[in-house]
């Protein structure tokens, strides 16, 4: 995980409650601490679980920064940590998972972190082994950015690159998490952690638009709450 923070104070205060967290826990976290949000934008990788980002920062603020990195990474879970209430409500328009008050209080931020663990382990989802070319290739599910099938071939889009075998997608679809997974046309089945935006007739999935059959407009915006609430 990564620490996006100005204040040496806060940065300490905040390494301490995560290794206290990790002590009565048993979760182990290694973190990276960025002074400047600048510095932790260049080069961007999408490496980090969690991304704990302070608001008030000398040049570029966290809110900016959160608005850069989410061009980057839709995906890694963004925390701010910070004094300015009254600004964390805007972290919805960067999908910000949470955000925590300083002075860090002990109770909240183990509540905090114990939501976005349990969200990051059903992110995570299954791992699917599939033979591609003669070659075994274990493939887990939270890399799938969607699935389509044509005649009796499943093509998988992923972070991995585009795999294409045969099989059935209603077969596919009762190995792949629920709380994860939408088959929101005959053709597609998409991972809701990669779903950014849709409309009543297209859902778009890491940047493609999809087609969203007719009966399962009202079910896709459903899922995509229970999806977006499921770190409670």
Not at 75 to 83: A, D, G, R
Not at 84 to 97: H, T
Not at 104 to 124: I, Q, S, W
């Amino acid at each position: 995980m990564a620490i996006v923070e100005d204040d040496a104070l806060a940065v300490q205060a905040l390494e301490y409650h995560l290794a206290r967290f990790s002590q009565e826990s048993g979760n182990t976290f290694t973190t990276a601490h960025f002074a400047e949000a600048a510095r932790f934008l260049q080069d961007y990788q999408p490496r980090y679980d969690i991304v704990f980002m302070d608001i008030k920062m000398p040049g570029l603020d966290g809110m900016s920064a959160a608005e850069q990195l989410r061009k980057a990474d839709p995906v890694t879970m963004l925390i701010f940590v910070t004094s300015m209430v009254q600004y964390a409500v805007q972290g919805y328009d960067v999908n910000a998972f949470d955000f925590i008050v300083k002075p860090v209080n002990p109770t909240a931020f183990d509540m905090k972190l114990r939501r976005a663990v349990r969200a990051l382990k059903l992110a995570k989802g299954t791992e699917l082994v599939l033979n591609i070319g003669g070659v075994t290739r274990v493939l887990p599910s939270s890399s799938i950015y969607y699935i389509e099938v044509l005649d009796h071939d499943l093509t998988y889009h992923t972070e991995q690159g585009v795999f294409s075998v045969r099989g059935k997608l209603s077969s596919l679809e009762q190995k792949l998490p629920a709380a994860s997974f939408f088959r929101c046309s005959v053709s597609y089945l998409i991972n809701l952690r990669y779903v950014t935006q849709f409309t009543g007739e297209q859902v778009c999935v890491a940047g493609e638009w999809l087609r969203v059959s007719r009966s399962k407009k009202r079910e896709l915006a459903t899922a995509v709450a229970a999806y977006l609430g499921q770190g409670g």
